[in-house]
């Protein structure tokens, strides 16, 4: 492979690649030159580190908007996307959070046996909380 020369053009170019989300990869690809390259462009010319930049703004911007209307329900997507919009734009580590909290509340449940048949059947709509006051 041939060397590649920088030139101000792609730094122009990922300016306005607003509405286009690729990685370093795709554009590397689209441009014939190497991941090295892209970041020895990135060391040596500050207008393309810029650009960079800007080029990843757009894109996290255009994923968060995807991720978002997932979340919202307007759009389509599987769990991958919704643990992703989690993580990535809710800052979510991907750990469950867990709270213990000592109450002395008492839950009662009202359970009616059947008696056609012997299975017991849970009545939820008559679920009472007793909140019991510690003095």
């Not at 122009?12 to 090295?36: F, G, N």
Request: aromatic share 8%; with cysteine; net charge neutral.
């Amino acid at each position: 492979m041939k060397k590649s020369k920088y030139s101000k053009k792609y730094a122009k170019i990922l300016r306005a690649s607003k509405t286009e989300a690729k990685s370093v990869v795709q554009w590397c690809s689209e441009w014939d030159i190497t991941r090295s390259t892209w970041y020895n462009w990135i060391e040596a010319h500050e207008e393309f580190a810029e650009a960079v930049e800007m080029a990843d703004i757009h894109m996290k911007a255009r994923f968060t908007k995807n991720y978002m209307d997932v979340m919202e329900g307007t759009a389509t997507g599987n769990a991958g996307m919704q643990v992703n919009a989690a993580k990535y734009i809710l800052g979510w580590d991907g750990k469950p959070e867990a709270v213990k909290e000592e109450t002395a509340d008492i839950r009662v449940l009202n359970i009616q046996i059947m008696p056609s048949k012997p299975e017991l059947k849970l009545i939820t709509d008559n679920v009472i909380d007793i909140k019991v006051e510690n003095e």
